[in-house]
C-alpha cells in the first residue's frame, strides 16, 4: 500500500515566508495527482490486461497484450468456464474447505484471546507469545503432511480445515487480543451482576463488539485461503478440488493450454465471492462501536 | 425486600500487605440508603463490589438476608448495579440494555416488554427504547444504566458513583430523582460517592471510610453534629470544619484569647493536652463588630449571594492558621482587612491527640 504525504493545510504555513510556501504549494498540488496516477497504473493495469483477455476469442488472446478486444464476448467465456471447467463442483469444494476453516479459526481465535486480554501474569504472556508466534514461523509443510496421513486425515476436508484453522489461528489471536484490551471491563462486569455466565458474556456482549475486527480478519482470512494453491496441493493432491487446483488440473490437463481467454475468464469467476465477502464483510468495520457504553 | 450485612469483610490484594478493605462490619436495614463515602482510595468503592461479588472476599462475610453469599457469583446474588461508566451493551438498544438480565433469566418476551415499559416510563425514557446508546446524551445514558436496574426488580440495588460523569446542574437534578425513585421503589440500596454533599442530601444513614476503614456509620444529622474524629469532621460538611490545635489550660482549651471550657471527663480524655484540636464550623463562627474574639486577616472572601465565606488567617507567623467564616452575603468585609471573631462553645468539637477521637467539651 502507498502512503502519499497529505498536503499541508494553507492556514498552518508560515506566512512571512512566502517563496518557499509557494514552492511547497506548487508541490502539495501536484502530490494528490501523482499519488492517483501512480495506483491508477498499478492497479487498473493488470485489471485490464485480465478484463480484456477475459473478453477476447481464442485467436486474439492467444499472445495476451494490452490491445482491447475485437469484439466483447466475456459472458461466452463465461458460459464455457463454468460448463467444461467444471468450476461449480470446484466451487462447492473451495466452500467445504473455506467456511470452516474461517468459522473455527473465528470462533476459536476470539474465544483464546478473550482469555489472553483479560488474564494478567507471565504465564499468560508467554502462552501469547506462543499463539502468536505462528505469524512469524514458516510452516513446516513436509511435517504437516507426514502427520496428517499419520492420522488418516491427508487428502480430506477436515483434514485441510485442520491445517488452515492452525496456520491462521495466530493471525486472528493477534488482531483480536489487542482489540479486546480495548473493551471496557465494566461491560463484562455488568452482564455478569445481569446474571450471564462466562459462556453468555462472551457470546451476549463479547462477540457482538468484535463484529469490527473479526470482519477485517475474515476478508484477509478469506482471501488467503480462497486462493491458496500451495496447501490445498500438497494436503487434499487429487482428492478434493477446490477452485484454483481446478484450475492448475484443467489448464495443465490441456482444456485450458494457450487458452487464455478462459485462463482469465475463470481467475475472474473465480474472484467474484472474494468480491462479495468483501463487500458484505467491510461494511461492518465501522470505527466505534463501542460507542456509548462508557461516559 | 432485603438486609445486607458485612461481617468483618477484608479484601487483601496479592502482594499489598494492606487491606483495601479492612474488617468491614455494617448492618443496612430493608429498605435503607446506605451512602458509601470517602476520599479516593478509601476502599468504598472495592467494598461495594465485594457486595456485588466482583471482588473476592479474603475473610469475614457479605450477608444476603441473613444468607452468607461470600463465595456466590454475581449472577446468584439478585442484585443490581449501576456503574460509574455506565457500561451500556453499545450493541444493544435502550430496550434490549434493560431488558437483558430478565432475558437471561428467562422471562417471557411480552412480560419483558410490560417491566421495560414500565421502567422506561417512570424514567422518562419511552420515546427512546429502540435507540442505540451511543445516540442518548450522557444523562439520557444514565438513566438507562438506573433503568437496567430498576426493571430487574432485585433484592439490593448497588450503585457506584453513579452520577460523576454528569455536569454539575444535571448532578442536582438526578440525585433529588434517584433518592425518590428509591423511597417509592422501597429496595436496600448501597451507594457509593466521594461526594459528600451527594452523601448527605441522600442517604439515610452514611458510612465513612478512610483508608479502608470504617470511621462512622450515622444519620447525615448526627456525622455533621457529632463526629466520631477528626477525619469525618473535616470530610464531611462544606467548606470543611476549621481545625485549630489548642492548648489545655486550668480552665479549659485555649484558642488564643479565647478559652473553651471543658469538663472534668472531657479532661481526663484529653490527658496531657498534646496534640489536641479545635473544630469549629465555618457557621458557628461569627463577627464580634466590637473588638472581641479572635483576629482575623482576610484574605479572600467568596460572595455566594445569601452567604459569604472569609478565608483568613489567625496569629502572626509561625503560629498562621487558616479560618473560615461564614457571614452574610449581604454586608460581607473586604479582603484585605481585619476582623474580629467569637465562637459559641456549644458548637465547638474537640479531638484528643494521637488518634484524633472526638472528646465532648461539657462531660
Given at each position: 500500500m502507498t502512503i502519499a504525504a497529505a498536503p499541508v493545510p494553507a492556514d498552518l504555513r508560515a506566512p512571512t515566508r512566502q517563496p518557499a510556501s509557494r514552492r511547497r504549494r506548487g508541490r502539495g498540488a501536484l502530490q494528490p495527482v501523482v499519488a492517483v496516477l501512480a495506483t491508477l497504473a498499478l492497479l487498473g493495469v493488470p485489471f485490464w490486461l485480465v478484463v480484456s483477455t477475459a473478453s477476447k476469442s481464442q485467436a486474439e488472446a492467444f499472445d495476451p497484450d494490452l490491445s482491447p478486444p475485437g469484439s466483447w464476448q466475456l459472458l461466452t467465456n463465461v458460459r464455457e468456464v463454468v460448463t467444461d471447467g467444471d468450476m461449480v463442483r470446484a466451487f462447492f469444494g473451495s466452500v467445504l474447505v473455506v467456511a470452516p476453516s474461517v468459522f473455527l479459526v473465528l470462533v476459536l481465535g476470539s474465544m483464546a484471546s478473550w482469555v489472553l486480554a483479560r488474564r494478567g501474569g507471565r504465564g499468560m504472556a508467554v502462552v501469547y507469545a506462543l499463539m502468536i508466534s505462528g505469524i512469524v514461523l514458516p510452516p513446516a509443510v513436509v511435517t504437516i503432511v507426514l502427520l496428517l496421513r499419520q492420522l488418516g486425515l491427508a487428502g480430506t476436508p477436515t483434514g485441510m480445515v485442520g491445517v488452515y484453522t492452525g496456520m491462521y489461528l495466530s493471525t486472528v489471536v493477534f488482531f483480536v487480543t489487542g482489540f479486546i484490551r480495548t473493551v471496557p471491563h465494566e461491560l463484562e462486569e455488568a452482564a455478569r451482576v445481569d446474571g450471564a455466565g462466562p459462556v453468555r458474556v462472551f457470546f451476549t456482549v463479547i462477540l457482538p463488539l468484535l463484529t469490527p475486527v473479526l470482519s477485517t480478519a475474515t476478508i484477509l482470512i478469506v482471501l488467503y485461503i480462497w486462493n491458496d494453491v500451495f496447501y490445498a496441493l500438497f494436503v487434499l493432491g487429487g482428492q478434493l478440488d477446490t477452485l484454483p487446483l481446478n484450475l492448475f488440473r484443467v489448464a495443465s490437463a490441456g482444456l485450458y493450454l494457450q487458452n487464455w481467454h478462459l485462463i482469465f475468464a475463470y481467475v475472474i469467476v473465480m474472484s467474484l465471492p472474494l468480491l462479495l465477502t468483501f463487500v458484505i464483510a467491510q461494511r461492518k468495520i465501522i470505527s466505534g462501536i463501542t460507542g456509548g457504553a462508557v461516559k | 425486600m432485603s438486609t445486607v450485612e458485612y461481617v468483618k469483610a477484608s479484601r487483601l490484594y496479592p502482594g499489598n500487605p494492606v487491606p483495601a478493605v479492612d474488617e468491614l462490619s455494617l448492618e443496612i436495614a430493608d429498605g435503607e440508603f446506605l451512602v458509601l463515602v470517602g476520599p479516593s482510595g478509601s476502599g468504598k468503592s472495592t467494598a461495594l463490589r465485594m457486595l456485588a461479588g466482583?471482588?473476592?472476599?479474603?475473610s469475614g462475610e457479605i450477608r444476603i438476608d441473613g444468607v452468607d453469599v461470600s463465595d456466590a457469583s454475581p449472577k446468584d446474588r439478585d442484585i443490581a448495579m449501576v456503574f460509574q461508566s455506565y457500561?451500556?451493551?453499545?450493541?444493544?438498544?435502550v430496550g434490549e440494555n434493560m431488558g437483558f438480565a430478565l432475558r437471561l433469566a428467562g422471562v417471557g418476551k411480552a412480560d419483558i416488554a410490560t417491566r421495560v415499559a414500565r421502567a422506561a416510563a417512570m424514567l422518562d425514557l419511552t420515546g427512546h427504547l429502540d435507540r442505540k446508546p451511543k445516540a442518548l446524551s450522557g444523562g439520557q445514558r444514565q438513566r438507562v444504566a438506573m433503568g437496567r436496574a430498576i426493571v430487574r426488580s432485585p433484592r439490593v440495588f448497588l450503585m457506584d458513583e453513579p452520577l460523576s460523569n454528569l455536569d454539575a446542574k444535571l448532578r442536582v437534578q438526578t440525585r433529588t430523582e434517584i433518592a425518590s425513585l428509591q423511597r417509592e421503589l422501597g429496595t436496600t440500596t448501597v451507594y457509593v460517592t466521594h461526594d459528600q454533599t451527594e452523601a448527605m442530601t441522600m442517604g439515610d444513614r452514611v458510612a465513612v471510610l478512610k483508608d479502608g476503614v470504617l470511621q462512622q456509620v450515622a444519620t447525615p444529622r448526627e456525622l455533621y453534629d457529632?463526629?466520631?474524629?477528626v477525619f469525618v469532621a473535616g470530610f464531611i460538611g462544606s467548606p470543611a470544619m476549621n481545625v485549630l490545635p489548642v492548648t489545655l489550660t486550668a480552665e479549659g482549651v485555649q484558642l488564643g484569647d479565647l478559652t473553651v471550657p471543658v469538663g472534668p471527663a472531657a479532661r481526663g480524655a484529653l490527658?496531657?493536652?498534646?496534640g489536641a484540636q479545635l473544630g469549629v464550623r465555618p457557621e458557628a463562627l461569627h463577627l464580634t463588630g466590637d473588638g472581641t474574639g479572635l483576629r482575623l486577616d482576610v484574605a479572600v472572601v467568596e460572595e455566594l449571594g445569601a452567604d459569604a465565606y472569609l478565608h483568613g488567617s489567625l496569629?502572626?507567623?509561625?503560629g498562621r492558621r487558616p479560618l473560615v467564616v461564614r457571614v452574610d452575603g449581604r454586608t460581607p468585609p473586604r479582603a484585605g482587612s481585619t476582623v474580629h471573631v467569637g465562637l459559641r462553645p456549644d458548637e465547638v468539637h474537640l479531638f484528643r491527640g494521637g488518634d484524633g477521637a472526638r472528646v465532648d467539651a461539657a462531660g
Open positions: - | 466482583l471482588e473476592e472476599v479474603t457500561a451500556l451493551y453499545p450493541h444493544m438498544t457529632r463526629p466520631v474524629n490527658g496531657s493536652g498534646e496569629g502572626a507567623g509561625d
